[in-house]
């Protein structure tokens, strides 16, 4: 794994923004997978900003998301699918209907599950994945568990999970308690990720990713045997 130690968040995004910047001006119509929360928030921003200037373009760029709260519509304000539109889609030139986020009221999760990786699968493959870090090593909604699942499916929220979500909702009872997330393998066949990680709050897991094991118990240090990782954090996420 390749660590990238940034001075702060700024940085951070930047660094992040130029090498999604780098592989869609190489490969126009590539296969971008995108996260939720706050960590990549400024890496977006950079993002439209360099497709407002003219640096690039997502005209023929595909997207999938990890995940989505289980059940909430689309069109909910803390759906992930209106925080896409809301902190990138709307600001960039990519045709909406090539952008995919699970759906949050699928009558059969497991099917759809299956049919958003097959639908994966058929687009050619994530050519790059975007990760958050849970505070608790959740990649995705997979959860810190013993055994955990290989494709994308319906699963509860830790109450850590609820908790640190919350800051998004009036209050904590308003947090879904489950979402659709791809699972492991769906993350794991990307053929490049990126994980972003900013803040105090991160170091823990930033540490686990460091040593040479690998724990279901911290999901984010099973992307160590990945052969294509590049781990962008803040001094604080770093040094703690
Ligand atoms: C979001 C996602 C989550 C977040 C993680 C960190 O799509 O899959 O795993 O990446 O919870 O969230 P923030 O960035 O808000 O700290």
Redesign the pocket.
């Known amino acids: 794994m390749k660590i990238i130690v940034c001075e702060n968040y700024d940085e951070m995004s930047k660094v992040g923004a130029d090498i999604i910047a780098e592989l869609v001006a190489e490969k126009p119509d590539c296969i971008l997978g995108?996260?939720?929360?706050?960590?990549?928030v400024g890496m977006y921003k950079e993002l439209a900003a360099k497709n407002k200037a003219g640096e690039i373009t997502f005209k023929d760029v595909t997207s999938f998301?990890?995940?989505e709260y289980y059940p909430l519509a689309p069109d909910h304000d803390q759906s992930?699918r209106y925080f896409m539109n809301h902190n990138l889609f709307d600001h960039i030139d990519i045709d909406k209907t090539r952008t995919h986020v699970p759906d949050g009221l699928a009558e059969d999760p497991a099917l759809m599950g299956k049919n958003y990786d097959a639908a994966i699968t058929a687009a050619g493959g994530i050519d790059l994945q975007v990760?958050?870090?849970?505070?608790n090593g959740?990649?995705?909604?997979n959860e810190p568990e013993k055994e955990l699942y290989v494709g994308t499916h319906l699963t509860s929220l830790t109450d850590s999970?609820i908790e640190?979500?919350s800051r998004f909702f009036a209050s904590k009872s308003d947090v879904p308690t489950k979402a659709v997330?791809m699972g492991i393998g769906s993350i794991m066949q990307a053929r490049k990720i990126i994980v972003?990680a900013?803040?105090k709050?991160?170091h823990y897991v930033v540490e686990k990713m460091q040593d040479d094991r690998i724990t279901t118990e911290v999901p984010a240090t099973l992307l160590k045997v990945h052969p294509d990782v590049t781990l962008i954090c803040d001094k604080d996420a770093y040094n703690g």
């Open positions: 995108l996260a939720t929360g706050s960590t990549p998301n990890l995940d992930y990760l958050g870090l849970g505070p959740h990649i995705a909604f999970t640190a979500n997330t972003l900013s803040g709050g991160k």
